[in-house]
């Protein structure tokens, strides 16, 4: 993410390559960025940029022709600023957070990235484009703002502002919190990131998750009498941890684009990864802190550790080069790792099991009785029901013993003959009697 020295890298960057060069025309808007239109429109006008902490504010000031003729392409001697720069009609202001991936690129109008949600044309023949390059699309800006309120002033170039700032805030329920956490607080530490106060802590070896207040007490306004050279190296006094809120973001801007340079040169890229001590580099620990935001640090962390304390993994430059060995290996020998060896064939897999479940093991047909069967003739359910079906079977077809069957007739009236062994039927009438009889015979 941009800090404050990448935001004053793009200012520098911006104001470098508009120097003596005219834009025209309207401002052009992506479709896709949410952020609000650009309301400016002029036949000749210049930009410069400034930057203070984590906001960068480009101004587009109108020009004049002093000979009142017609601007032609590429002219640059015959125009001037027009008076009155700072007036609303003249000058107007774009205030730009870059969130996570914002910068600015000057281009040919061919070679304008694809993420470019904001571009500016100048009149040259072919036209060069200033644009706003923002892959995530989190950064903002605001037509017609100046700085922020709630942010601080810049630790860089308002030195002494920034350290009355802190100090005499130093009350407030802000600084109960963690140093790692407050140090990205905008108000009081405007510009300072994620890298910067890994490499301001551990040039201290300040504990991350000490108390801010205990850090910061004692303090004076008056910085130091400390002059640190450009490799960290101790003046007369022991630099303090507001005075390297100062300096390590100064050394960036020496290093020469360091870091998430405007251009993109990887050189710079390089210079920046090894001016780094602390961040990202190999032996130092890491943590999510309370607002989910990753610091790296050496030693003991504090005592205000998050309860979870989780870490981050990190790939460290043993891991990289072991795996860049490996990657060689493969691709000289073309050696593929044989696949696992599939278990003994004695069981099948789960769905060749399910599949031989549903199918049966054999061809035999289940018995289904046909219509002119009885119901005699099926297998009972229980020993009652068995008895039942014999006594039903002697009565309607014959002897048990002898085996002899009578077709059923297909008659539907066709009552059968009851047998000599049959049992007569017990009426409700003789039901009744019976009950009668043994009432009587209680009362005698």
């Excluded at 040169?265 to 990753?294: I, P």
Aim: hydrophobic share 30%; with cysteine; proline share 7%.
């Amino acid at each position: 993410m941009p800090e404050g020295p990448e935001l004053h890298l793009s200012a520098r960057f911006v104001s470098t390559s508009c120097k003596g060069r005219i834009f025209s025309g309207k401002v052009v808007k992506s479709e896709v960025h949410k952020s609000s239109e650009v309301a400016f429109e002029a036949k000749a006008y210049s930009i410069t940029a400034c930057s203070r902490g984590k906001e960068m504010q480009l101004m587009l000031t109108k020009l004049e022709d002093d000979t009142k003729s017609k601007i032609k392409p590429g002219s640059k001697s015959k125009l001037k600023i027009k008076s009155d720069p700072d007036a609303a009609s003249n000058c107007t202001k774009i205030l730009f957070r870059f969130g996570m991936s914002g910068k600015f690129e000057f281009t040919s109008e061919e070679n304008v990235h694809k993420h470019a949600h904001l571009k500016f044309f100048t009149n040259d023949k072919p036209p060069m484009v200033l644009s706003h390059v923002d892959v995530r699309r989190f950064g903002r800006w605001q037509v017609d703002a100046d700085w922020s309120k709630d942010r601080g002033p810049d630790p860089m170039f308002e030195y002494r502002e920034f350290r009355a700032n802190v100090v005499n805030n130093l009350n407030n329920a802000a600084f109960n919190q963690p140093i790692c956490e407050v140090l990205l607080n905008q108000k009081y530490f405007n510009g300072i990131g994620n890298y910067l106060r890994a490499e301001i802590l551990y040039r201290l070896s300040i504990p991350p998750f000490e108390k801010a207040r205990t850090v910061l007490e004692g303090l004076s306004i008056e910085p130091p009498d400390a002059k640190p050279g450009k490799t960290g190296k101790k003046g007369k006094e022991e630099p303090d941890i507001l005075h390297l809120c100062h300096t390590v973001p100064l050394e960036v801007l020496n290093i020469g684009g360091g870091g998430y340079d405007p251009e993109g040169n990887k050189s710079d890229y390089t210079s920046f990864t090894a001016w780094l001590q602390c961040y990202y580099q190999e032996g130092m620990n890491n943590m999510v802190d309370h607002n989910s935001r990753t610091i790296w640090f050496k030693g003991p962390a504090g005592p205000m550790v998050p309860k979870e304390g989780k870490s981050r993994s990190k790939k460290t430059k043993k891991r990289s080069a072991a795996l860049s060995k490996v990657e060689k290996k493969t691709t000289e020998t073309d050696d593929i790792s044989p696949p696992k060896k599939a278990k003994a064939d004695t069981k099948p897999p789960k769905r060749a099991r399910k599949t031989q479940k549903k199918t049966p093991t054999t061809t035999k047909k289940k018995y289904a009785p046909s219509k002119a069967e009885t119901p005699s003739t099926q297998r009972p359910a229980s020993r009652a029901r068995r008895k039942a079906a014999v006594t039903t079977d002697v009565a309607a077809n014959g002897n048990e013993k002898t085996g002899t069957h009578r077709a059923p007739s297909r008659r539907k009236d066709a009552i059968p003959k009851q047998t000599s062994g049959a049992k007569k039927p017990v009426q409700a009438s003789d039901k009744k009697s019976n009950r009668t009889r043994s009432r009587t015979t209680v009362k005698k």
